[in-house]
Nanobody
Framework: QVQVVESGGGLAQPGGSLRLSCVTS????????VAWYRQAPGNEREQIAY???????TYADSVKGRFTIGRDYAKNTGYLQMNDLTPEDTGAYYC???????????????WGQGTQVTVSS
């Protein structure tokens, strides 16, 4: 089993910045991808940023140019740098890791419990 814990959420003013972290524990043989999802009140959870094993990234149009996803290969962690925040960025943010726990293990996705981001003046 792999555990995922997000941190770094909180209250930010419009135009401000926050940096979310995603820390994993448990045995990871390969970390294939890290992704961040957001769930705004009353909305479905949506993927907003994704980084693959080749460091290629994709972003939702709503965050492109403002958010940056990254990962630390040695520590099997990830982060989401969020700049120029707007009230529309308010929501619960979840980290997802796509891993294999052994050389022949299947790929499995694990989720964190989420961290709340509120953007308000």
């Amino acid at each position: 089993q792999v555990q995922v814990v997000e941190s770094g959420g909180g209250l930010a003013q419009p135009g401000g910045s926050l940096r979310l972290s995603c820390v994993t524990s448990g045995h990871i043989y390969s970390l294939f991808a890290v992704a961040w999802y957001r769930q705004a009140p009353g909305n479905e959870r949506e993927q907003i940023a994704y980084i693959a094993s080749d460091d290629s990234t994709t972003y939702a149009d709503s965050v492109k140019g403002r958010f940056t996803i990254g990962r630390d290969y040695a520590k099997n962690t990830g982060y989401l740098q969020m700049n120029d925040l707007t009230p529309e960025d308010t929501g619960a943010y979840y980290c997802m890791v796509d891993v294999a726990e052994s050389p022949r293990g299947k790929r499995t996705r694990y989720w964190g419990q989420g961290t709340q981001v509120t953007v308000s003046s």
